[in-house]
């Protein structure tokens, strides 16, 4: 993986630095809160509901041992001994002082890590595939892509003060696995006939009060220019994204209102022009990262075989493993959603031992999934059945990847000061309830928002959930058919909205009308899109 | 009208005062023009020669659309005064630099000490734009 040289870490020494003083010019005064704001947003701290939130960038999701027994550390130091992972492949502590947070920061330069650009109205951590480097079907690993637009983004001095934040996801393969076209910028890697590799581009894409599915601009840019033509995309963005009504003020308002091919015409205009200014980094940087996402030393002749005979060790090798490109090797995922948890809470203690675990198992790896797990990528399969049982015995064994009780849920009004309903019982609520039913259910893609911005990505849910505030009463409006991977869809409105027993009551009428209605290999979306809402909305509602 | 408080140029600076981009385009004769954020910079090209001050003007610090203009004045080839005013905080002048600004008129004057600490910073930088700065990659390959 990724190792910083001199620069980067002068960088990220440099920000703790800078931060410090700006949290003593706050402290003592000097600025104001709404001054402070900005800044401290930037470096991913939100003032919520009872203290600081500190949200740290986990870049593409990757992660070393060490840099996630420091997490572990972190939360027990400074925070209440939790973490939460996020649905940006990031990690958030929210119990954080003000006065603490530098000291954090400082911690986390310690290990090459840092929370730059984590909120704020600039460029957030670029997300990727969890699987990236072990899929089977990858093109090539897209982390060398997005490490590099890291570096690019990192302080960009024009795209700072965007009219709204602007994510950024990259894929290498046709499955999708980071809900690439729900992005501002998705970029899927390619390789065309020639056998050259270049970047597709998605633009425009979002979830928040406003959902909308990027179009694809531009099929194929030539790898050695799409730093150039990301530029062209941000700056007409920068210049013309509407910064009159915030909750218009995302790129896909822009997108849309202009239309694709005027924004489109726009871009190729800026992108010509910003090719004269020879911005695009050297191929030489590209290669030099890519040589530190080389596969791990494998080794080879190994056997598939796995000895199945603990059923519960069968159970979760089906549920939550994945074939690995490798002969002899298997990425497995671990759930952060045991029955009843909240849903991408770890505690200090087992962020620690996974870190451990990637150490002794998987080449010092580990991976944060948007759907708020975490991912070992490169175990042996010899090695399996001890990593399970170590998982099992420290609540990190659930077998329910892609279950119903793999739940995403945002933090809600438990912490969120934006949220108007909470979403962290409603998960817990309805991954009890459907607990028994939900290896016969099969694949099922519940998440869960607190809010119309949509941090749950309740949009994208083959059930999704929307908590509203109706006249000061938390009220749960249930979505169905909504998809995030390469067949993307928005998830649609059954109809009006149920207190919060009635909501986990409606997710059962419509798991149990599913059920009674599948025909075979269907899973529940594939149900859902044959036989459509009306006979869903009846069985909910009737 | 805010002081400059910052100016990293050596010529003098323009005495005359800066006109909207609207009267710009009617008075042949001026020298010095204020861009506001809904402004195109890119109306400006075609006077580049006659002008030796543009002032940027930040209404409030969030809105960012002066960063672009600068930049677009400078890959154009502008080289003279670029003046940012208006709400120019200290933890935003080192980007500003790097977009070519060269002069800040801060409504609220600036710390000097702080701003002295800003500019310095970041000893080196990831992209390149028309700042002169060598970003960090190519120090990493020659």
Known sequence: MYKYDTYDQAMVDARVEEFRDQVRRRLEGHITEDQFKPLRLMNGLYLQLHAYMLRVAIPYGTLSSAQMRMLGDIADKYDRGYGHFTTRQNIQYNWIKLEDAPDILADLASVEMHAIQTSGNCIRNTTSDQYAGAAADEVVDPRPYAELIRQWSTFHPEFSFLPRKFKMAVIASDIDRAAMKLHDIGIQIVKNEAGEIGAAFYVGGGMGRTPMIAPCINPFVPIDQFITYSEACLRVYNRHGRRDNKYKARIKILVHELGKDEYTRQVEEEFAHLLTQNIEPPLAELERIKAMFADPPFETGLSDELDRSDPDFALWVDNNCLAHKQPGYIAATISLKPVGGIPGDATGEQIRLMGDLAKQYSFDELRVTHAQNIVLPHVKKADLYALWQVLDANGLGTANLDLVGDIIACPGLDYCSLANARSIPVAQKISQRLAGQAQQIGELKLKISGCINACGHHHAGHIGILGVDKKGVENYQLLLGGCEGADTSLGQITGPGFDEDGIVDAVEKATSFYLSQRQDGERFLDTYRRIGMPAFKEAIYG | ?142
């Open chain 2, 1 to 142: 009208m805010a002081e400059v408080q910052f100016r990293f140029r050596g010529d003098e600076p323009v005495a005359d005062p800066a006109v909207t981009v609207d009267s710009f385009g009617e008075q042949s004769n001026a020298s010095a023009v204020r861009l506001e954020p809904g402004d195109d910079a890119r109306d400006l090209l075609p006077h580049l020669d006659r002008l030796q001050l543009i002032e940027v003007n930040f209404p409030v610090f969030g809105d960012g659309r002066g960063y672009s203009a600068a930049r677009i004045l400078r890959e154009a080839g502008y080289d003279g005064e670029l003046r940012a005013v208006g709400e120019v905080l200290v933890d935003q002048i080192a980007f500003m630099r790097r977009c070519g600004f060269d002069a800040f008129a801060p409504e609220v004057p600036l710390d000097p000490a702080d701003a002295e600490a800003a500019f310095a910073r970041y000893d080196h930088v990831y992209q390149p734009t028309t700042d002169g700065r060598a970003p960090i990659w190519n120090l990493r390959h020659g």
